[in-house]
Each structure stands twice: as C-alpha cells, then as structure tokens.
C-alpha cells in the first residue's frame, strides 16, 4: 500500500487480516502511528487492529506483487517515480484514486488510443515510469476516514471495483479479485472498467465541484435551483463527453441526484481538502473531463468554467500544486 | 442647506465630512461604537498626510431631525429597503435622496420610456420599498469615485480629490441638483451633473460585474483572475451578457469592453471591495451587482446563462457563511 490513507489503509488492514503479506510504505503522523501500534479499524461492530509490515523506504519492502496507489489523483507523476523499488516485471499497480486515471487512452483501441491525458500526467511519468501493463484501475466506493492517528472508521459498503485498461476479464484481474475480496471488502472485476469510473465522477465533477466554490453540502447544492442547474449542465457534459468516447453510463444522472439528497448533509472530500488546506484533485476530476471534451468534440462550456474557478480557488488557497503542463487552451 | 448622512461608513464619511467643514448644516445618522466615537472625537478625513476635523452633529434618531433638503444614503445595496423606511421621517416632498449604491438602482426603469416602464427589480427592491418610500422624484443617483476605507470609529483615509457624478433619476438639470453640486464644489468635493444616469450604473457595473463574483468564488485578486485563460474567458462572457442586456434597455456600452480580457494583463493588485466584505464577514452585493443582471435579462428576453451560474454560485456561498442579506424570494421567483 503506498501511501496508506483511509482508503489505502482500510484495504490494506482487511487484507492483512486474511493472511496476505501486506506493506504500508508512507509518512506523517498517520503512518507513524500504525507503525507503532498497528492500524485499528471501526466499521460498526467490527473493530481490529492489523500488523502490516511498515518498512523505513521503497526499498526496504522490495519487488511486489500489487502496488495500491492510494495517493491523491494529482501526483502520480511523483508517485510513478518513487514506486520503482516495489516495481517486479510483473507487477500489478492498482491506481485506487478518484477521476480519470494517466492511463485512460491506453489500450482504449480507436481513434484516440495512445493518447496521453495532459491534465492527470502532464510530464508523461507516470506512463513512462508505471507503464500500462502494470497499471489496473480502481474505483472505490464507500466512506473511509482517518479518525485519528492510526485509526480508520470504514461505513458499511467497501466496494474496491477494479479493471484492467485493455478491459475484458484477464487472469491477472480474475485472481486479484479474488485475492482482495475478503471480509469486509468486496473487490467485482468489472469487464467494461472505464463505465465505472464515469459512473463515479458524474457526481464528483459537478456536485463536489461545486461544493468547492459554495462551502456547501451535497444538499444546499441539489436543493437550490439556481447550483442546480450548474449540476444538471455539468453532468450533461459528462455524460456527453463520456459517450462519445465509448462509455456506457451505469448511473443516471436522477439517481445520482437522488443520492446526494439522502447524502445531504455530506461535505464533499474536495471541499473537506480545502478547508484543511490539503492538496485537492482538480484535474484528474474535472479537467480531465475538459481535456476529453477537446479530444472527441464534444463542448464543456459550463465544466470548463467551473474547473477554471476550481483550480484558481485552490491555487489561491495553496491547495493546487501547480500544474503548468495543463491549461485549457492546450491539449496534446 | 440641510444635509442628513444615513450611514456613516468610509463613503459617508468622506462626503458627511467634507461638506460639513464646506460649512453646510450637517447631520450624520450614525450608530452604536461609531456614534460614541463620532460624538467623541468628531469625524476626523485623513488624504495622505492631511489630516482634517469635520463636527457634523450627530444622531442615531432620525425622527428628531425634521425634513431636510437633502438625504445621501452611503449603505449597501441590500441595506437600502431598510435604510428608506428609517429616513422617512427625514423626506419632504422636496427632499432629494442621494443613491450612491453599486449596480442597478431600483428606480431603473421608473419614467423610463417603453415596454418596461415601472418595472420593478426584485433583485434590489423586492418589497418595493423603495419605490414607495423614496419615490422616484426625489431620487438623485450618484457614482462615488474615490477610494476610502474605515480605519478606526470616527477615522476615515481617503485617495485624493473625491469626486461624485450624479443626476436626477428623472434626468432633469434641477435647481436642487445644481445647488447640491455647488455645495460639493464648495466642499472641496469634484461634483459632475450627468444627463443619464442609467448610462452611468452601467458602466460602473461593467467594472464589478465579472471581477467582483469572481474574486469571491476564488478568494483571489484581480492579477490573477486576468492572468488565467480560463477565468478570463468567463470574465468576458459575465461583461458580454451584461452589454447585451444594457443594450436591449437602451443603452448603448462599448464592446471595446471586451479587449482587455483577450490577453494576460499584468496589472496593479486591486482587491475587489466585494472580496474584502467576504474576508470580513460582511454581507454580499451580489444582488445589485450580477442577480440585477440576470434578472432584467429575463425581463426583456436577453439569455445570461453565465450571469446565471455565476450568480448562483455566489449567492449559494453568501448563503452558507451567512452573508446574504434576505432576500428570498428574489432568488426563488427568478430561477
């Protein structure tokens, strides 16, 4: 597990628990913490705490079978590089990150295979450095956090859904299934991966967007009507974009409304990133969504906007690391 | 002449200030710290390393002043509907009320010739306070140029040569108004009489209409909203919807607007006032500057879809730290 957050951590305690030769490899107080006491896990009565390995360095853990990303979307780049250590020929690198991965042109067949996405890995490392036939998608579902130092409360519904770039149901996808669902933690191999990772940002890319820009919930945006319809035209891009670029849409944009209703009071993690002053995926969640847009044709005009506001918002705030190598005007 | 400020903060401030010491008969309508301080101490003007001491007399009750020949109103535009219910007691038929609040006034389309004529703008005057309180006739609007800030209860810095264009709502070259502009000159005060004032608020809201909603939903200064492409293409779209909209009511706006959002310019940090409300928890113009907007757009069947969703983000923000002044029902009946 690099860089074992919420997310990372909780995958990687649950599988440690059902036997698997588990290494956190990471830094801060969170880290440091489960290195010292183990990382404890909450998910209603299910409460444990799991001995993963937690080596000094990359390394000091060696070659893996499975490397999980669980770093924020925007620095794979910097990620791809200090993985190395654990890199095998072999090995699978499963990105468990919110929006459009690096490798989403690869192996995509088409008009636009190949293409590298500017936007999520600009200086082309993580292509370069991963490679795509390492690289296995992720899109988790669920609700993780840090509580404290070394502690992870996990909501009821843990769905690692994961795919490969090339889609289909290869053997390496089949058996990493099968190795990651566990107690506590379903991991389907999913035949067409890219519809999931649409289906996921649909919400992301309009509601928690505009979450950032207002300080609002999940409810004071579907529930005026005004940010409403920013919601409505953002998802209408997403949709588009997505569908012309051969995606099939798994939610509807109502049910996803809906389920910010029942979700009202959530506070989006884009937002929550802003307020702590963390390092927020602008990019990889909305200005990829633009970036595709110019690919295939397909008009953003309103995403667009809003993913300018975003990223000067979170720029301004400190939270943006910098991302020259991507602005709307230019698209490789 | 008989001159009731209502509102003492920086604009009133300066103006209350400046025609006190012109030896006019002065009244500024303060309240709570600002009006002990004021009584203490009296209004001092500081312009670079002048320092002036004006003693208007000073209340916090405007009932007890009698009717005065003129009323400047310095508040918010969202504080107008409140502040004309507390100066009535100051207005005689004669009296003109001095506006100097940013955007769209609310008598914008009183005695305006054609379709839209007494139209009123929900989005600045909702209840129609205004409109029956104040009354067209004895409304004088006025864009304040001189920048001014509060530095401590009583103390007020201001740029040089303040300067006030104003005009009768009625467009007329009045006695009352010419009178009002002498004693502005006398003052020390620049005062212009301009023939259309419906020109004039449009062309300051040119100016606040794309930088001020912006600068409030991404906390940053005008150098950087003009350096990024993006931000700038939306800047131009909120300046083109609003040209759009003035011309559809008759007033003409260049598009030469337009140009300088077509390249990177590097310019003098300027923090939008609206952003320095938001930094200080004050309430939002955002009604006045960009709602107005949207708002006459739907009146006469101009599109604004960006001033739309700008307004929209702004508004919900200003709802959620609890800086929109009340005004629901605007934002309900227009969306």
Known sequence: MFGPGAVGGYAGALLARAGHDVSFVGRGEHFAAMRANGVRIRRDADEFVAHPACPDSPEA??????????TKAHAIGEVAALIQPLLGADTAVVTAQNGIPWWYFQRLGGAWDGRRLASVDPGGQALALIGVERAVGCVVTGAFAVESPGVIRAGALARYAIGEPAEGISPRLASLSRAFTVEGLEAPARARFRDDIWSKLLGNASISMICVLTGGTNGTTVNDPGTMRVVRAIMAETRAV??????????????RLLAALRTSTHRPSALQDLERKRPMEVDAIIGAVCEIGRV????????????ALVRLRAEV?????????????TVI | MKICVFGAGALGGVFGGHLALGGEDVTVIARGANLAALRQNGLKLIAGDKERL????LTDDPRAEGVQDFVIVATKAYSLPQAAEAIAPLLGPDTGVVLIQNGIQWWYFHGLAGPYQGARLNSVDADGKCESLIGV???IAAEIY???EVTAPGVIRHGPGPKIVMGEASGA???RIQALAAAFEKSGVTAEIAADMRLELWKKLLNLVAGAPLAVLTGATNRPLNREEGTRAIMSRLTAEAIEVAAKVGVKLPLTALDRFKQPADMAPHKVSTLQDLERNKPLEIDAIVGVVAEIGRLVGVKTPTVDMVYALCRQLAVERGLYPANPGFALRYF
């Open chain 1, 61 to 70: 853990a060696g070659p893996q079978d499975v490397v999980l990303i669980a």
């Open chain 1, 242 to 255: 997505s569908e012309a670029i051969g995606a099939r849409f798994l939610t509807d944009a109502e049910d």
């Open chain 1, 317 to 329: 705030a400190g939270c943006y690391p910098a991302n020259p190598g991507f602005a709307l005007g």
């Open chain 2, 146 to 148: 001189c920048p001014a």
């Open chain 2, 173 to 175: 070259r009045t006695a």
């Open chain 1, 296 to 307: 295939v044709g397909v008009p953003t005009a309103c995403a667009d906007m809003i993913y």
């Open chain 2, 137 to 139: 006739a004895r409304t």
């Open chain 2, 54 to 57: 004006a003693k208007p007399r």
